[in-house]
């Protein structure tokens, strides 16, 4: 466990604790009696963002996504960051450690910037929330390899989706990219929904009501929500276009398979007559009968084949 303290302006404290086990947090919280139900809290790998009071004491807990790579599901897009703070103190609690937090300290903190617990932890929110902006500006690149597979054709590239689509064929390797982003937009989708429902409860906190800091996030989270949306639809209407651009590929496929099964109907037709061998039939003995037949099959296969084309079926 690695722990750091600095000092706001108003002579409070910021405490954080990086990669804590439970018997170092239960230590810590021996020093500064925090809820131990928070702490549990702390260390639940999946818990999703939530907020709650004790006795003075904020607590919340945020996700911030991971931009690497990964499964579909919260655990493994996203890390879970816990904020306990009053007016005295602010300790913040991660398993992994984040960039945002050295920006915010020697940008905010050490220069003096930031005068109170509310106001860090309005800037750690924000701090969160740019993980999710991230996020959103990485779908650029595969979303843009996803319109040029559905529209021209070609093989995903494994320095954007990795090699493990390799093995599949481009119908399915189209189809579940597609999907897996659309399920990741989703998992973010749900993460910045929650987070909504923290600042909302932070407004009702008397050292942050009225914060314009505070209200710029709320804008800023709604804003990030409404590209979040927006990607997650983009990716519904490329599998629509890509689900209608197959069925035409189809439909043109058994297009012409219908138009050859039709030329050579009538052929079948005449090879049957003229190959029932009954005694009574004046064709056999023509001299060039074979010829006729000939020509008549041939006749009717290019006036099929022409008739087929001037109808635009060919």
């Known amino acids: 466990m690695k722990i750091a303290e600095l000092a706001l302006n108003d002579g409070s404290t910021w405490v954080d604790i990086l990669e804590p086990s439970m018997q170092e947090l239960q230590e810590f919280n021996d020093l500064h009696n925090l809820n131990l139900h928070f702490i549990r809290d702390c260390l639940e790998p999946d818990h999703l963002p939530k907020y709650e009071e004790d006795e003075g004491m904020v607590f919340f807990i945020l996700r911030a996504l991971l931009n690497e790579e990964s499964q579909a599901t919260i655990q493994a897009m996203s890390t879970k960051f816990a904020v306990f703070f009053n007016e005295k103190r602010i300790i913040t609690v991660h398993r992994l450690p984040h960039e945002f937090l050295g920006a915010l300290r020697d940008k905010y903190v050490i220069p003096g910037r930031v005068g109170t617990t509310a106001e860090l932890a ?3 929110i924000r701090g969160v929330l740019n993980s999710y902006r991230d996020f959103n500006h990485g779908l650029a690149s595969p979303m843009a390899h996803v319109e ?5 054709g070609g093989k995903p590239e494994p320095s954007v989706f990795g090699t493990d689509w390799a093995t599949a064929n481009k ?15 989703g ?33 800023y989270r709604l804003k990030l929500q409404n590209q979040l949306n927006e990607s997650g639809e ?14 035409q590929r189809t ?19 005449v090879v049957g007559v003229y190959g029932m061998n009954f005694d009574n039939m004046p064709e056999l003995r023509w001299t060039h009968g074979y010829l006729a037949v000939w020509i008549a099959m041939v006749g009717i ?9 001037r109808r635009n079926w060919l």
């Open 251 to 269: 439909n043109d496929v058994m297009r012409v398979l219908t138009v050859f099964s039709v030329l050579f109907m009538p052929l079948t037709f």
């Open 187 to 219: 998992v973010a989708e749900r993460l910045c929904e929650l987070t909504d429902d923290i600042l909302l409860q932070l407004h009702e906190n008397e050292c942050i009501r009225g914060s314009q800091e505070h209200r710029d996030v709320i804008d």
């Open 171 to 185: 119908n399915s390797q189209v189809i579940e990219i597609i999907y897996h982003l659309r399920k990741q937009v």
């Open 301 to 309: 296969v290019v006036f099929l084949f022409f008739w087929f084309k």
């Open 122 to 124: 309005i800037r750690i």
């Open 148 to 152: 040029d597979l559905v529209f021209v």
């Open 234 to 247: 983009n990716l519904q209407h490329l599998l629509q276009v890509y689900l209608s651009l197959s069925s």
